[in-house]
């Protein structure tokens, strides 16, 4: 049941559809927190049960809690997010549970798309900001747990062609209690087709790769995996890696640490671009070195997989298959790993290797690198 708050809101409807079987029932739901709003819609944390029959009689409980995103319905075409969760179904993305249109209850003429999904307490931007206000960072056990179930995820979507397009960390749904990560908000998400342009300005600033800054619109799924070299230096920073005001601003942030573009990166990209190149050494050592300095708190392999990652041109930029074999994960392969969640004296012990055949398949001769010894 959810709590008690005066503002909640129910009501019943008589189609909702379930999603892995497809049935279509008249179910009862009630809103009672508003968790998330943006340009994309709002969310609403939500319980949900099947309605009273014919006789009245009820003899289902209430279901979740859920996460509701609401948006408006676009009729011209299917709704690509809904497709997405449809399709997907991985232990690090978050699973769509039920989903229905209703019509605005202030607007009748305005259909809204609701996608009722399981939801987590937390993001990842909130545990960055809790350890930060603490004075600490995010345990290295967790960081590499998280950062693995992200790979891990990320393997699977782009297995499909799938790319987020727009990972950062209040996408990435945490529960500190277990230490379990899900990708969230698949709004921005598209199935890329190759040598089929995609729009350039996608993903949130801070976390757009290079080639989005300068306008490529024949990207590849490599996008995510700069999101993801962010989000990494995120944890061990406190605070976003690359903080431009503008969009033009943010390559020269990159280029602070990753120095000048090469041309041949602009060539690539898109031959078209006519803005700052930022072609002047901002530093004077070596990029290994520069990373050094920034990183300077953190391990030599959490610097080794970031200058993997966080690379200019996508096609040198780590696989999410080479990230998971990196050597920044090899504690994990332990038996006796285990993590301390927040504010708890008791550890536990993750399932993070129980891949799919289709998880194997798409690690290849990689996939003897991740045993458990």
Same mark, same amino acid.
């Not at 890329?192 to 996608?202: A, C, F, G, H, R």
């Not at 002047?280 to 520069?290: D, I, P, Q, T």
């Given at each position: ?102 019509? %605005? ?20 931007? %909130? ?146 671009? +006519? ?66 969640? +927040? ?31």
């Amino acid at each position: 049941m959810p709590p008690n708050i005066s503002q909640v809101n129910e009501y019943s409807l008589p189609e909702v559809t379930e999603n892995i079987s497809s049935a279509v029932a008249p179910m009862t739901v009630k809103e009672y927190k508003r968790i998330g709003e943006g340009a994309f819609g709002t969310v609403y944390e939500a319980v949900l049960k099947y309605a009273d029959d014919a006789h009245g009689n009820s003899n289902s409980e209430w279901l979740g809690p859920f996460a509701i995103k609401r948006v408006p319905a676009q009729t011209e075409y299917k709704s690509r997010e809904l497709e997405i969760l449809r399709l997907v179904n991985h232990p690090n993305i978050v699973s769509l549970r039920f989903y229905f249109d209703k019509a %605005s209850n202030s607007q009748r003429k305005t259909v809204f798309q609701n996608l009722v999904m399981e939801c987590l307490p937390s993001n990842l931007q %909130s545990e960055i900001k809790y350890y930060r206000q603490s004075k600490y960072t995010i345990p290295y056990p967790h960081m590499k747990a998280y950062t693995f179930q992200l790979a891990r995820a990320m393997l699977y979507l782009h297995g499909f062609g799938i790319s987020h397009r727009d990972i950062k960390p209040s996408n990435i749904l945490v529960d500190p209690s277990t230490v379990v990560l899900k990708i969230c908000d698949f709004g921005s998400a598209k199935k890329l087709e190759l040598n089929q342009p995609s729009v350039s300005y996608i993903c949130s600033r801070y976390y757009r790769a290079p080639e989005l800054i300068v306008g490529c619109s024949l990207y590849t799924t490599k996008i995510d995996i700069w999101g993801l070299g962010c989000v990494v230096a995120e944890m061990f920073l406190g605070k976003p890696i690359f903080q431009g005001q503008s969009p033009e601003s943010q390559l020269k942030e990159i280029s602070k640490l990753l120095g000048p573009p090469p041309n041949t990166f602009f060539f690539k990209s898109n031959p078209q671009y +006519r803005g700052n190149m930022y072609t002047n050494k901002l530093f004077s050592c070596s990029v290994e070195e520069r990373f050094k300095q920034i990183f300077s708190n953190s391990p030599a392999d959490a610097i080794d997989l970031l200058l993997k990652i966080l690379v200019y041109d996508p096609d040198l930029r780590a696989s999410p298959r080479r990230v998971l074999v990196h050597p920044f994960f090899d504690e994990l392969k332990s038996k006796d790993f285990h993590v301390y969640p +927040r504010g708890q004296s008791e550890p536990i012990h993750l399932n993070l290797f129980n891949f799919s055949d289709f998880e194997l398949s798409l690690l290849g001769s990689l996939k003897d690198e991740l045993i458990v010894r």
